[in-house]
């Protein structure tokens, strides 16, 4: 029901809605949204009805020739028309697409319902009326092309429900999402069953479906269609290109910006399993030859396709040395090195940074692959969020978009519920073109929090600064899998008497130096961390307390998590660099206690996973198998218990003998009637004490 007045629309009760045009599957998908939307925030279902545009109060419909409406695709635009009833809405689309976005704008603009409501637990408030002033409004053209998000692993949302895999349900939120931050294109996940309903729903919901570059085209992996064969071009080039023909024929009917590529089984040079491919002019010259292969297969089945090539690792520096031959219309997709900046990305201890832009002159078409959270088994984040502050991120996307890489922008968006903050930035800046920090963050904390903005913005600003910084460059800080892969490394490097060995497999963290030093390097940078970060989570209990509840809840599990899983794990860290640095000395009781303080501390995150699994989250974070958390805890364990053995063996006795028996019973106590050693933990707690006492006498 809608009523007008001195230049405003007042909408209450049950909204009347029509649509006319014809009901698309991108579109049903929009009006399921509104009408949603719409109840959550009146009260009352709308009526979805055929009567005429005169006795309704919303009109949803495509732009006809005579509309005023932006001219770029996925425009859409806002106008007003009297009628019976008063002063009406039309929410008119330039396409599918746009009709989509010019509804979730609605609601953002007149619901107070934003991007992330769902991922960060928006509290939507009911209303009464809602006021709609009477002003047109066209949407501007998005600075970025083609803008989407690579749902890349994922294992929280894979692991959230029992179901595999994920449900059409948690799609649907996923892909909400990425609509209301006005993006148009996705890979649905990470080598998915193909039963799995993700690529359906990304399309019914009107996206752009791409690819991931190790599956070009988004076809079979050779050797699971062939398994046994040995997986040549060269020798079997039929093969390919049946299985490429095959995703052509299942995928040209849709909206599809097709991946050229050519890489090894396993995302890895292809050259690694044929060595005879031993030049650059000869790898080149085999990547150039397969992606005009599969240029052309496109090109006679599929009307003004839409082609990208994605140049990465080892065939960005092809194409930098001259090696790769590229037709003209195919995108250029630059990628960042995992951490945020443009240049090439780590492998193992090989840190070339050579920069992964077009260089001036480099005509065509070019766009970017970046990430927002990465896994790497070396220092990246995966559950907390980008350890990169605002103002890096924007100079590093700002810069790419000046170098001409803006047709094209991928986001590596990993489980979105941790990284909330970091893709509406993004979202900004794909939109926009550019973004100020400052207001960005004010808009973002008032669209998530309901109070306590001046603490909890200072507290999004503050917590790159916690970050520690491994390294010379700017993005050389540790996300939460530092704690986890390099500490797992030094464990089994420790107890497979490699010590007096160099890990090679952690130079890029120490430099080439002892493995003694390693740990020690390791354990210096932990010690600075531990006490920024147990700063920072001061200071986050500090506003967390005077909050509401809601908004309690809600800073806990988008700021205090991430906090304290760097703090939790930066101190099971340094603990267990302490327990390597006594057992060097065979001071294996204090080992054993320092061994039993690093696992209560990566314990610690097991907790703060638990504690955020609570109501529609419940059980999202189980399937943890990246940074692993609970894979540390049991390695850290196996640790003690080895420690143990060094001097506490056979009867597990001896060390509550020496260190914890009174005197007086020393010598005189019956060893039949101490038959019950002590629990690891209950041990290391009350050595944990006898030595501190020892330290202070």
């Excluded at 599957?25 to 709308?46: A, F, K």
């Excluded at 909206?255 to 650059?280: A, H, I, M």
Aim: net charge negative; hydrophobic share 35%.
């Amino acid at each position: 029901m809608s009523s007008a007045g001195a230049g405003f629309i007042h909408l209450s009760g049950r909204v009347r809605i029509t649509i006319a045009s014809k009901v698309t599957s991108p579109i049903n998908h929009g009006l399921r949204i509104l009408m949603r939307d719409l109840q959550t925030v009146l009260g009352e279902l709308p009526e979805l009805t055929e009567l005429s545009d005169d006795n309704v109060d919303i009109v949803v419909r495509l732009a006809s020739e005579e509309d005023v409406v932006p001219k770029h695709p996925e425009g859409f635009s806002f106008q007003f028309r009297e009628n019976s009833l008063g002063t009406q809405l039309q929410i008119i689309g330039k396409d599918d697409l746009g009709l989509v976005y010019g509804i979730l704008y609605f609601t953002e603009r007149y619901l107070g319902i934003h991007p992330f409501w769902f991922w960060a637990d928006q509290t939507v408030l009911h209303q009464e009326r809602l006021t709609i002033p009477i002003e047109p409004y066209e949407s501007s053209v998005s600075k970025v092309r083609f803008r989407g998000w690579f749902v890349n692993d994922e294992v929280c949302l894979i692991g959230w429900k029992d179901s595999y895999p994920p449900s059409r349900e948690i799609w649907e939120h996923v892909f909400e999402a990425l609509l209301r931050c006005r993006g148009n294109m996705v890979i649905p996940g990470t080598d998915l069953p193909k039963s799995g309903v993700h690529f359906d729903v990304a399309a019914e919901m009107g996206l752009w479906i791409t690819h991931h570059h190790a599956e070009p085209l988004g076809a079979e992996m050779f050797l699971r269609a062939y398994p046994g064969k040995r997986a040549s071009y060269q020798e079997a080039p039929e093969l390919f290109e049946h299985l490429w023909s095959e995703a052509i024929e299942k995928q040209k009917d849709h909206k599809v910006l097709w991946v050229l590529s050519f890489r090894g089984q396993g995302d890895k040079p292809f050259w690694e399993n044929d060595p005879s491919f031993d030049t650059p002019e000869k790898r080149g010259a085999m990547i150039s030859k397969v992606i005009r292969r599969q240029y052309d297969l496109i090109g006679k089945s599929v009307k003004d396709p839409v082609y990208c090539v994605a140049l990465y690792g080892e065939i960005a520096e092809l194409y930098k040395g001259g090696f790769i031959d590229l037709p003209d219309d195919v995108i250029k997709v630059w990628a960042d090195n995992g951490y945020g900046a443009m240049v090439s990305r780590r492998h193992g201890n090989l840190n070339l940074r050579v920069l992964a832009l077009p260089e001036r002159g480099d005509t065509g078409k070019h766009g970017i692959y970046y990430h927002v959270t990465f896994h790497d088994l070396q220092a990246s984040n995966h559950l907390t969020m980008s350890s990169g502050s605002a103002t890096f991120l924007k100079k590093e996307v700002e810069g790419a978009f000046a170098a001409g890489a803006d047709d094209y922008l991928l986001l590596n968006c990993g489980n979105i519920r941790p990284h909330v903050y970091t893709l509406d930035i993004l979202r900004t800046l794909w939109n926009e073109g550019t973004i100020e920090i400052d207001s960005h963050l004010e808009q973002f904390v008032r669209n998530y929090y309901e109070e306590g903005h001046v603490s909890l913005k200072e507290l999004y600003r503050s917590y790159t600064k916690a970050a520690i910084s491994y390294g010379p460059n700017p993005d050389d800080l540790a996300g939460d899998e530092y704690y986890h892969h390099p500490a797992r490394r030094i464990m089994g490097h420790w107890l497979q008497g490699k010590g007096d060995e160099t890990d090679e497999r952690l130079i890029w963290a120490t430099g080439e130096v002892s493995f003694a030093e390693q740990v020690r390097s390791f354990a210096r940078r932990c010690e600075e961390g531990l006490a920024k970060w147990n700063n920072w989570v001061e200071n986050c209990d500090k506003a967390i307390y005077i909050l509401g509840e809601n908004d309690k809840k809600k800073a806990i599990d988008q700021l205090r998590f991430h906090g304290a899983l760097h703090r939790s794990g930066c101190e099971g860290f340094l603990w267990l660099c302490h327990s390597y640095a006594a057992y060097s000395k065979k001071q294996y009781p204090q080992a054993f206690v320092y061994a039993s303080q690093s696992l209560w501390s990566y314990e610690e995150g097991l907790h703060v996973l638990r504690g955020s699994e609570q109501g529609k989250w419940e059980h999202f974070y189980r399937a943890d198998w990246l940074t692993n958390i609970e894979s540390t805890v049991r390695n850290v364990d196996t640790v003690r218990r080895f420690l143990r053995m060094q001097g506490d063996s056979p009867e597990f006795f001896l060390w509550y003998k020496e260190y914890l028996m009174p005197e007086t019973e020393k010598h005189i106590y019956l060893e039949n009637t101490h038959r019950n050693p002590l629990s690891d933990d209950e041990l290391a707690r009350r050595l944990k004490v006898y030595f501190e006492k020892s330290n202070q006498a």
